[in-house]
């Protein structure tokens, strides 16, 4: 992996506007000329700022803050010569709640439940973390001295079962506070049902909480399935008063520097937020970094005719993909990031492994060769960093195959020499192999890449995918490195990488929508529903999104709706969402579009089990202004013709040592045709393409590579 440098990058571009001047907002106010999209990740902070009044984009990368994050985008802005005060609106991708709820850094939290129930958080599914033997732990994400019971109870049709006692709740509510609780979550049971007692109880807290953070399970997710609902209650309350200090904190420190708008903040399922609200519902900003990068692939894709995307993010430690079907990214409610910790609230669909280019190789006491998932992280990182990592990894084996060019990773001085790494990868891994180093580098690359490819397999070939009928997007500082390999073990014809490939999360907040989605409940068997009221549902759905996106001070183009439903058939388990055409379904389409794709997906008919309609779906975008991607990538700084643009001939292993061009990107032609092997190098990232394989850049800039035969090898 190519090493990230700080600094920045002024782009001018005097045919291209970076924002589309003629693109209007839906109420004809006019446009937002600069536009700045900020990504926060774990080591850096990313910055794309796209200027249309002077045409120029420019690029930061700044180390994370990660004692206060909002000094880390300070600082982004300031790398990258921005006029705070000038820019009419700002994108911000966060880490804040995802590394809180992963690193378990939360605040003190209060749950009350229904009678009976104080346990639903620990005892969940009866699943272990440990699929085989009697070990392994799970701690709940709030402790049980901090959940109470109260008496109430609905049923699952909604009718009052037991009264809610308020007496009780309001002891409940004050015994919380004296334990120093800083947030509230009330969860009632059935309350997608009937959230009568669930609002009064509201009510009640409002009047003793000392502030705003209080959750209640059914506004946050109004669907069937206690546990779920009650942890994803429980994970918006735990992140509410973190993510509402750092926004407060951001909004003010930009405020001190001139700037005059409004921020918007990523949810994980693509699409943006007001600061001002995003605190309500925290929960939804979990996975907000990677769905950036995947909205990202679906504009970028989208703008090249290349809709269907398999999207490929591998970093320093862990790799992400996701599928893209028809430029609309895969979006779930029922996503786990990690072992009894699903939050079911909408997100971008990805699934990550550990493998990245710190992900340390190692000989296993059974005498295999395993690649990571630990790693060797940003310190002291790989060998080859010279910062005192010692371990072998996946970025030193690109080292050592010439995949990486030295002189531009190793900046210590008396730091590690090839040499060193070499004799480690002999050592460590060679001999109890039976290899030399470079054999072994090689087979460190072969099961990295093997990993990876069943990553891809996961949002593919699991769901009834092919990966042939798709392009590989591949981003991210390690990405373009393995994309033709992973590639080529899987079938897919095409890859892509974007002119950017290390700050596409950036350039994902730039480039995504406003989105809201809606799930409720209705879980009846079809035949029974009442569809007039299937339709008064999604009817709601779509005029309440309609009403929050007319909320935000943003200028749009459009809005648009995209109408499914969750079915399964009685008697099983697991949901299936099947996508409608319009908000007005008959029970006759339903049933033949849920055994389409049921058939779809497991290539099995059952017509002889009645169909239940589960959840009602409405997701409501409100899409933005068009951004040109070709001024990314500096006009002037292009050559004209490849000699130009090459910088030198390495000595790169492809099943055997080849003398392979090396060109820098930025001074390829704009028609620049290449046929491997060549690595084309960058300042986030390096590209190889191999034997046979060719490469071309279309007008926006991206560099599409085309298999050997166009069929993955």
């Known amino acids: 992996m190519t090493p990230h440098r700080t600094g920045h990058l002024l782009q001018k571009n005097k045919k291209g506007t970076g924002v589309d001047q003629a693109a209007k907002s839906a109420d004809g106010k006019g446009t937002q000329s600069v536009v700045a999209g900020i990504d926060v990740g774990g080591t850096f902070t990313d910055l794309v700022l796209f200027d249309a009044t002077h045409g120029t984009v420019r690029l930061a990368k700044t180390p994370t803050t990660l004692d206060n ?34 690193e378990r850094q939360l605040c003190k939290t209060g749950f009350i439940t229904t009678m009976g129930f104080r346990d639903v958080l620990e005892l969940g599914r009866r699943t272990r973390p440990q699929a085989y033997g009697m070990k392994g732990e799970f701690k709940p ?7 109470l019971e109260v008496p109430e109870r609905m049923d699952a049709q909604g009718q009052v079962v037991t009264p809610l006692d308020e007496e009780s709740l309001r002891h409940s509510i004050t015994s919380l506070i004296d334990m120093g609780c800083e947030a509230l979550v009330i969860h009632f049971l059935h309350a997608y049902a009937n959230p009568a007692h669930e609002l009064r109880a509201g009510e009640i807290a409002a009047e003793l909480w000392p502030n705003d953070n209080i959750t209640l399970g059914h506004a946050l997710l109004s669907e069937s399935r206690e546990y779920e609902r009650g942890v994803t209650a429980a994970v ?25 708008h409004d921020v918007l903040v ?30 990202a692939a679906a504009y970028t894709g989208r703008r090249a005719a290349m809709p269907n995307l398999i999207t490929y993010d591998m970093g320093g430690t862990s790799t992400d993909v996701a599928l893209i079907r028809n430029a609309e990214p895969t979006v779930s409610n029922e996503i786990e990031i990690e ?6 609230v909408p997100m971008v669909d990805v699934r990550t492994v550990g493998a990245g280019g710190g992900s340390i190789a190692r000989i296993t006491a059974a005498g295999l060769l395993q690649v990571g998932p630990e790693s060797a992280g940003a310190s002291p990182g790989p060998i080859c960093y010279g910062r005192g990592g010692t371990k072998p990894t996946i970025s030193d084996a690109n080292l050592l195959l010439g995949r990486l060019d030295p002189s531009r990773l190793n ?14 990868f002999e050592t460590e ?25 069943d990553a891809v397999r996961m949002v593919s070939v699991s769901l009834g995918e092919d990966p042939r009928d798709f392009a590989l997007f591949a981003f991210g500082g390690a990405g373009p490195l393995h994309a033709s390999a992973i590639a080529r073990e899987l079938g897919i014809p095409k890859v892509l990488v974007p002119s950017r490939p290390g700050i596409t999360n950036a350039l994902g907040c730039v480039v995504a929508d406003l989105r809201h989605d809606f799930v409720n409940t209705v879980n009846r068997p079809l035949a029974i529903v009442d569809m007039d009221a299937v339709h008064e549902r999604f009817k709601a759905q779509r005029d309440e999104g309609h009403r929050l996106i007319g909320k935000e001070a943003v200028f749009i183009r459009e809005i648009r709706e995209i109408y499914s439903v969750d079915m399964q058939f009685i008697g099983q388990t697991h949901l299936l969402r099947v996508p409608l055409p319009n908000a007005t379904p008959t029970r006759e389409e339903l049933q033949q579009r849920f055994e389409e794709a049921y058939f779809s997906r497991f290539h099995v008919a059952l017509p002889e089990i009645r169909a239940n309609l589960v959840n009602v779906n409405t997701s409501v975008i409100g899409r933005r202004e068009e951004i040109d991607l070709s001024a990314l990538i500096d006009s002037e700084g292009r050559k004209q013709s490849l000699t130009d643009a090459q910088t030198g001939i390495r000595s790169v292993w492809f099943d055997g040592f080849v003398d392979t061009p090396i060109y820098w990107r930025d001074h390829l032609p704009a028609d620049a045709t ?40």
Do not use: C
């Open 69 to 102: 994050q909002a000094f880390g985008v300070i600082n982004a802005l300031d790398a990258a010569g921005a006029d705070i005060a000038a820019l009419d609106l700002i994108v911000h991708g966060t880490t804040t709640t995802t590394n809180a709820v992963l």
């Open 141 to 147: 994400i709030i402790p049980r001295d901090l959940r």
């Open 236 to 260: 918006n309350a735990s992140v509410q008063p973190l993510l509402r200090r750092y926004v407060e904190r951001l909004a003010d420190t930009l405020a001190a520097r001139g700037y005059k």
């Open 266 to 295: 990523m949810n994980g399922n693509g699409g943006m937020v007001s600061a001002r609200h995003v605190a309500r519902e925290a929960a939804k900003t979990v996975m907000s970094g990677p769905a950036s990068g995947v909205m």
């Open 339 to 344: 072992y009894a910790m699903p939050i079911h």
């Open 411 to 424: 900046k210590v001085p008396g730091g590690m020499t090839l040499d060193d790494v070499k004799a480690i």
């Open 429 to 453: 891994l060679g001999k109890p192999l039976g290899l030399d180093a470079i054999a072994s580098a090689s087979a460190v690359l072969r099961i990295a890449n093997a990993r990876m490819a």
């Open 674 to 713: 290449l046929i491997g092997p060549a690595i084309v190098e960058q300042m986030d990232t390096t590209i190889i393409i191999e034997p046979g394989d060719h490469a071309h850049q279309d007008a926006d800039g991206n560099l599409i590579i085309t298999l050997k035969n166009g069929i993955g090898g």
